[in-house]
């Protein structure tokens, strides 16, 4: 037992010197002094960048409204009768002249034939009263007739004129009315709104259907009283409509009412649209800027903001690392949503366009060139 005791005692102090000549090897001790190893670059291509230049910031009085037609009507029933059809529905194209609600005409065509024979009759009436008085005059001239007969003939030939012209008027009138049983189209354009169904009983003023001309959509703004000295006739206007996300429409001031709605003290301002592209849509609100001003300064995109309470960083790559940079901005530009940079940043410095909140500062970053990223993408 002694005996063994030993020698596990022996090979036991040879383990160990032989670790510990393992461990005093050279290339132990440099694998020991490296450390741990570097983190990788981050890889980012030019469309992750964004340089800082100059560029226009325009300010001015914030207008809201309503995209609206300048041509638009509101067709109402004229005559009081059943409605029998309706020929269009929302959203159909029209032309001028087209039918679009017939109402029941029985009566008033009843009306007009019997305005036409009482015509006819008055015609008749009045032919045979100027034979007469004709009649009479020749034998007045010959003493075969009193001066009271003449008298009583024209009298007569006079009252069945006035008869004719009357009964002429109630035949136009119940023509015109025959024609208001047929609502038309007032010009090209498009049914907004149809309010009527066949089968309703059309009483006079009945809103019946709203037909609008696309193509003269306008900006119907407001602007605040206390602003209003700002605007004037044939300033530009910058604005977006809901709908349209942040598509940017430009217009041109055309018409300033004289008097502010005495509820909302609000001015109303008419722009005409400078874009072909307009909305097709009416109704529509709208909002944004009479634009009062412009002045040239530094812009930063506000996708490359970070807002931490009330600080805004941009991350900045300079020397192959990202540096976080506080910067103080204006007011935002309501064209595009850029801000004008008053420091922190200078003119030719990059910006990443969408930091993400991971990022520390001084990581190391690496531009990918267009040959590696074809290669990546094969």
């Keep these: ?28 001790v440099a694998k020991a002094a490296a450390g741990p190893a570097e983190s990788p670059a981050i890889l980012i291509a030019s469309e992750d960048v964004q340089s800082i230049h100059n560029g226009s910031v325009t300010a001015g009085t914030a207008i809201t409204g309503t995209i609206a037609p300048e041509r638009r009507a509101d067709l109402r029933a004229e005559v009081s009768a059943v409605i029998l059809q309706v020929l269009k529905e929302n959203g159909e194209a029209v032309h001028r002249g087209d039918l ?31 034979r007469q008085y004709q009649r009479l005059k020749t034998l007045r001239a010959s003493g075969m007739a009193s ?35 047929e609502v038309r189209a ?13 089968g309703d009983t059309a009483a006079i003023g009945k809103e019946l259907v709203k037909v609008i001309d696309p193509t003269s959509i306008r900006f119907e703004g407001f602007v605040s009283s206390d602003k209003i000295s700002t605007v004037k006739l044939g300033q530009n206007v910058s604005f977006r409509v809901n709908g349209y996300g942040q598509q940017d429409f430009t217009g041109t001031i055309k018409r300033i009412d004289a008097a502010a709605d005495p509820i909302t003290r609000q001015v109303a301002v008419i722009v005409n649209f400078n874009d072909k592209a307009q909305p097709s849509v009416s109704g529509l609100y709208a909002e944004g800027r009479v634009e009062t001003s412009s002045s040239a300064v530094l812009i930063l995109p506000a996708s490359a903001m970070i807002s931490n309470g009330d600080h805004t960083y941009a991350w900045q790559i300079k020397d192959g690392a990202l540096k976080k940079k506080e910067v103080v901005l204006g007011q935002r530009d309501p064209r595009h949503g850029d801000y004008p940079i008053v420091s922190g940043l200078v003119d030719g410095d990059t910006v990443l366009r969408n930091p993400q909140s991971s990022l520390k500062d001084g990581e190391k970053v690496q531009m990918l060139s267009a040959n590696t990223l074809a290669k990546k993408g094969n």
């Excluded at 017939?102 to 036409?116: K, N, P, Q, V, Y």
């Design 100 to 130: 679009l609600i017939r109402l029941d005409d029985t009566a008033i065509r009843d009306g007009l034939t019997s305005a036409e024979a009482s015509e006819r009759a008055s015609v008749q009436a009045l032919d045979q009263a100027e």
């Design 1 to 28: 037992m002694r005996r063994a005791s030993t020698l596990l005692i022996v090979l036991t102090s040879c383990l160990l010197a032989a670790c510990q000549k393992g461990a005093d090897a050279p290339g132990n």
């Design 186 to 198: 007032p010009f090209d354009g498009v049914v907004s709104e149809r309010k009527a169904s066949a």
């Design 147 to 181: 001066a009271q007969q003449v008298d009583d003939a024209e009298r007569t030939r006079n009252n069945a004129q006035s008869d004719k012209v009357g009964a002429q008027s109630r035949v136009v009138q119940a023509r015109q009315q025959l024609q208001r049983t």
